[in-house]
Nanobody
Framework: QVQLVESGGGMVQPGGSLRLSCAAS????????SGWYRQSPGKQRELVAT????????YADSVKGRFTISRDAGAAKMPDLQMNSLNPEDTAVYYC??????????WGQGTQVTVSS
């Protein structure tokens, strides 16, 4: 089973930036889409941003204009997430995710992002 590993989380002051990266332990064939989700204490996991194999990008309304998802050339690559203008409401555990054409989901263990002064 391919594992996803996130990196780049940490603590930042409001208004700051972080860049999250995701790496796969192997090759996931026929990725349909990949992206980032987050979960805050007491809340459900929510979509942050996704990118399809064809390059279509979707963002949660709460992060539009502040976060940017990107992926190196090749749909098999895992996406990065550039997060700017962070605010305390962005504090959460961020998860990398991918889904293949057999609708198998792959998740990372998560990386903590804390926005606090």
């Amino acid at each position: 089973q391919v594992q996803l590993v996130e990196s780049g989380g940490g603590m930042v002051q409001p208004g700051g930036s972080l860049r999250l990266s995701c790496a796969a332990s192997g090759t996931i064939s026929s990725i349909m889409a990949s992206g980032w989700y987050r979960q805050s204490p007491g809340k459900q996991r929510e979509l942050v941003a996704t990118i399809s194999s064809g390059g279509r990008i979707d963002y949660a309304d709460s992060v539009k204009g502040r976060f940017t998802i990107s992926r190196d050339a090749g749909a098999a690559k895992m996406p990065d997430l550039q997060m700017n203008s962070l605010n305390p409401e962005d504090t959460a555990v961020y998860y990398c995710q991918a889904i293949d054409r057999l609708f198998r989901n792959y998740w990372g263990q998560g990386t903590q992002v804390t926005v606090s002064s």
